[in-house]
């Protein structure tokens, strides 16, 4: 019996993202989906690069996890992250776009699910590292930040439209954008951590 784990028949990620473009494109994703340039940081735009504190540091990762608990809980649930978790220092943003996927296939309505509440634990974990120092949700555009991407890795023409909240394929799609843009940016900002505790 295959599992959604089963490896056999599976397309290996990083070959999934080379043949549809997908590396390129998301550099694209984060720019759309959070507006705020230097704010994503938790910072004013003329923040030295060297005063990057392990706040600012865990204030970009919960920008991150903001936008996947967003993408992940509108997309399994129909409704984003709680109001009272996406409050804090700064303006809290809108969120626009992102609906309930109708799901086909048990497996990935499962996977979605729970990542969908593995995301929303990943934003209270790093709002309770933070405390009073943890940033408001930015604003957040599910609708053409995906289009965006989609162009820049040709899965549509340049006047075409892309949703991951469509079905199934367009989910998953959508899933690998979103954590290979997540991983890279994870794996910038974590060697510059001074408390590794």
Not at 168 to 192: K, R
């Amino acid at each position: 019996m295959k599992t959604f784990n089963d490896q056999s028949n599976e397309m290996p990620r990083r070959r999934l993202i080379e043949r549809f473009g997908i590396g390129a494109a998301a550099a694209g994703l984060l720019a759309p989906l959070a507006a705020g340039g230097a704010a994503f940081f938790g910072r004013a735009p003329d923040a030295d690069a060297a005063s990057i504190t392990d706040a600012d540091i865990l204030n970009f990762a919960l920008n991150l996890e903001y936008l996947e608990a967003e993408f992940y809980l509108r997309a399994v649930f129909g409704k984003g992250i709680p109001p009272d978790q996406t409050d804090g220092t700064g303006k809290r943003g809108s969120v626009t776009g992102g609906s309930q996927v109708p799901f086909s296939d048990p497996n990935v309505q499962q996977y979605a699910e729970e990542i969908a509440l593995d995301e929303l634990a990943h934003v209270k974990l790093l709002r309770g590292a933070l405390g009073g120092k943890a940033v408001a949700r930015p604003m957040i555009d599910l609708d053409h930040s995906f289009t965006t991407a989609a162009r820049l890795a040709g899965l549509v023409g340049p006047t075409g439209t892309f949703s991951p909240f469509t079905d199934d394929t367009s989910f998953l799609l959508g899933a690998y954008i979103f954590e290979d843009v997540g991983v890279t940016a994870y794996h910038g900002a974590a060697p510059l951590i001074r408390n590794k505790a």
